[in-house]
């Protein structure tokens, strides 16, 4: 069961270069993907409404797609424009349509009821669209649940455990760390963490000159339904008063990540991991990439392993820690908005089971 009226991530831009025709399943649902020659990005569903063959494998044409079975031709609005040796349009044959937004190289889609999209509700994050932070948007596929992964951002004390040689630094992060400020909020919550006096962990060292300088770190982390992450992190010189605002010298970047449920057991999983120091040494963000890609893959094969034994016992319950009340209340919010996006409107009766195999069209 996913959220439905909400923005998700379907594609980074530079997934649609060329003409491509993306088939990506969301929600379930298997979307077709593309950029019209108008430039505009279109999603509809991938099955064509005639004998159900997938859109994607058709060809497009302008703005507009061609199912390569028969030759039945629709627009970007999911219209009918052309049935081969027909003339007559039945209006009942068309494609959904899914609302999209295109904002800083993301490819935003909504789900749910078209008529409630509405472009505010996009989660924006300023130093997306700023140029002096730098990075490489990237994607990896999981087999998991989108919501294991949420909580695997949720709890920061696993950078100590899971990525002490790559992202963490030491084990000493989960013991002297505590979260500092947790802030449950309507739609998420805010995390605060620092770790004063610490070692520079592996991958900020690579693209550091001062390898053996100690540093105050602090990870201020954002979660968002329906799984969207955006964390600032600071390094400064130890001791200098960065908690009090001091923040000469510092090193930040500026962490964003998108958790998609491709399905109820797998996940897209699109991010960028900015900088703010490069200037012209693009070195930097391909180190940082490097450096990402070898921390997620160890959150991945974790949390992949969690993924089956939770599937092996479904019976299996959970036991929560302290650490856990940021996710607890995350998937709170979550249950309560999913719930109320199920019931039914007061007054209304809700439809027969049941539907026809095959209408006429002709
Ligand atoms: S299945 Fe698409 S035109 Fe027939
Ligand atoms: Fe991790």
Known sequence: MFLKNCWYVAAWDYEL?????????LLN???LLYRGDSGEVIAL??????????????RREGD??????HGIKYNKDG??????GQDMIPPKLRVRKYPIVESARLIWIWMGDPARADRTLIPEYA????PKWRGLPAYLHYDANYLLIVDNLSDFSHLAFVHTNTLGGSEEYAYVTKPVVVEKQE?????????MNSEAPPFHKKVIRDKDARVDRRNHVTMLIPGIFYMETTFTPAGQGAEKGNLENAREYRNCQYMTPETDRTTH?????LNNFEGTDTTISASLLDSLIEGFLEDKAIIERQQKTLEEDPNFQMLGILADAPLAHFRRVLDKLIQAEQEPPAGTVPAAAGAAKQTSLA
């Open 187 to 195: 739609r998420g919550f805010r995390v605060d963490r620092w770790h």
């Open 64 to 69: 507009d797609v061609r199912c390569m079975y």
């Open 29 to 31: 649902e298997n979307v």
């Open 17 to 25: 270069i060329d003409g491509k025709m993306l088939a990506r399943t």
């Open 79 to 84: 219209r009918c424009l052309q049935i081969p």
């Open 45 to 58: 569903n991938n099955r064509c409404p005639h004998r159900g063959a997938l859109l994607s494998d058709g």
């Open 269 to 273: 999983f699109f991010w960028v991991y």
């Open 127 to 130: 130093p997306l669209h700023d």
